[in-house]
């Protein structure tokens, strides 16, 4: 599997686009479409900033912790099976109360739309990761696409009722949970082996 694939698959799954569509409250669905558009770009601006300076900073961040890339392998394998378990259980990528916070007012462009959904624990473990493992460059550009493409999911019109279309996104979620485990232990595996 060539780098960017691999990038593409690990940030889908820490991200995991279907998860954040099936977290949006039905009353965001029914907010002003150009308050819910601000809403979203100030999101992913936010989270992009936060997946860059991650990736950019990886070095730095693993010189702070005191710990070899490979031993961070196997912390970013467990946050990211923590990130996973919501998904699987839920369809979801938040619980309830903190979906209720997305409104269209600034706040809620950091918390919860920038972190935790666009820029998820588990993704900012794998911006850390994979920046020196497989370069910075390519990470934050397919970190970037990947959050572009979550936050376009959450601001696309519906084509189908809320109902069935968060159903819908639920099963994606689940499924892609279940892919961020299969990343998340072979990331542990890895990390094991290296060190």
């Known amino acids: 599997m060539t780098d960017i694939l691999l990038l593409l698959a690990v940030f889908w799954a820490a991200i995991n686009p279907p998860a954040s569509v099936a977290s949006l409250p039905e009353t965001f669905e029914g907010a002003d479409p150009g308050g ?45 099976l923590a990130g996973a378990w919501r998904p699987l259980l839920r369809g979801r990528a938040i619980d309830e109360s903190t979906a209720s916070l997305l409104d269209t007012s600034d706040r809620a462009a950091l918390i919860p739309l920038a972190m935790p959904l666009l820029a998820s624990p588990a993704a900012l473990a794998a911006a850390i990761s994979h920046g020196g493992r497989v370069g910075e460059g390519e990470t934050i ?27 819908l996104a639920g099963v994606l979620a689940r499924l892609t949970g279940g892919f961020l485990v299969f990343i998340a232990v072979a990331l542990i595996v890895d990390g094991v082996f290296s060190v």
């Open 36 to 80: 819910r558009t601000r809403l979203l770009v100030g999101g992913w601006l936010a989270a992009g900033v936060l997946l860059v300076v991650a990736t950019m900073m990886h070095g730095q961040f693993l010189d702070l912790l005191g710990v070899a890339a490979p031993s961070f392998d196997i912390a970013a394998g467990i946050v990211m």
């Open 141 to 167: 550009v397919v970190a970037l696409v990947v959050a572009s493409l979550a936050a376009l999911a959450m601001g696309a019109e519906p084509l189908l009722q809320w109902r069935r279309r968060q159903a």
